[in-house]
T-cell receptor, first 113, second 117 residues
Framework: SQTIHQWPATLVQPVGSPLSLECTVEGTSNPNLYWYRQAAGRGLQLLFYSVGIGQISSEVPQNLSASRPQDRQFILSSKKLLLSDSGFYLC????????????FGSGTRLTVV | AQKVTQAQTEISVVEKEDVTLDCVYETRDTTYYLFWYKQPPSGELVFLIRRNSFDEQNEISGRYSWNFQKSTSSFNFTITASQVVDSAVYFCALRGPTKDAGNMLTFGGGTRLMVKP
């Protein structure tokens, strides 16, 4: 069966520090991968998605970046965090067929101080 | 363009009450897929149900039921005899028919349900 792992679960980082969040999927190949952010009490904002190794599409301009160095690995990064980067970050994967929804990771709660 | 609207941002009920969460969608596709997700306080989004556009049969799963009405573009979710454990944010979502990379889930803004004991 397919599983998705996301870590760390919580993170407190100072302003200006770098960020690296990792997401890996097991039990499937060539998944579509997604990074979402959810501000406190708000909805889901799609940040990046990827349909293959090295293929990244950005949905919103900001100081975050994403990379997909391996088929089942998706990394969210920042060189210098801002206070506004605080939030709950969710990774998700889906198969290619549209009848499938997304399967989400357990999320990372990031607080920038 | 696709759009999903969950007009109720917050609902508060007392345990054992029935509650309906509304979801209205817009799409130009004739084939599409609708979903409901639950986000408990822990944060992870949990898949609840998928419905495709050519199957308008309503579904019941225990205390949960879904009413899909294509004529009104609605896919409402009812919890019968609510329990405190039902407290969560619920998201309705829509996905189009193609395998294109750009065919992504479109989420509604979510409805926060609070069930008080």
């Amino acid at each position: 069966s397919q599983t998705i792992h996301q870590w760390p679960a919580t993170l407190v980082q100072p302003v200006g520090s770098p960020l690296s969040l990792e997401c890996t999927v097991e039990g499937t190949s060539n998944p579509n991968l997604y990074w979402y952010r959810q501000a406190a009490g708000r909805g889901l904002q799609l940040l990046f998605y990827s349909v293959g190794i090295g293929q990244i599409s950005s949905e919103v301009p900001q100081n975050l970046s994403a990379s997909r160095p391996q088929d089942r690995q998706f990394i969210l990064s920042s060189k210098k965090l801002l206070l506004s980067d605080s939030g709950f970050y969710l990774c998700a994967w889906s198969g290619g067929a549209p009848r499938y929804g997304y399967t989400f990771g357990s999320g990372t709660r990031l607080t920038v101080v | 363009a696709q759009k999903v609207t969950q007009a109720q941002t917050e609902i508060s009920v007392v345990e054992k009450e029935d509650v309906t969460l509304d979801c209205v969608y817009e799409t130009r596709d004739t084939t599409y897929y609708l979903f409901w997700y639950k986000q408990p306080p822990s944060g992870e989004l949990v898949f609840l149900i998928r419905r495709n556009s050519f199957d308008e049969q309503n579904e019941i799963s225990g205390r949960y039921s879904w009413n899909f009405q294509k004529s009104t573009s609605s896919f409402n979710f009812t919890i019968t005899a609510s329990q405190v454990v039902d407290s969560a944010v619920y998201f309705c979502a829509l996905r189009g028919p193609t395998k294109d990379a750009g065919n992504m889930l479109t989420f509604g803004g979510g409805t926060r349900l609070m069930v008080k004991p």
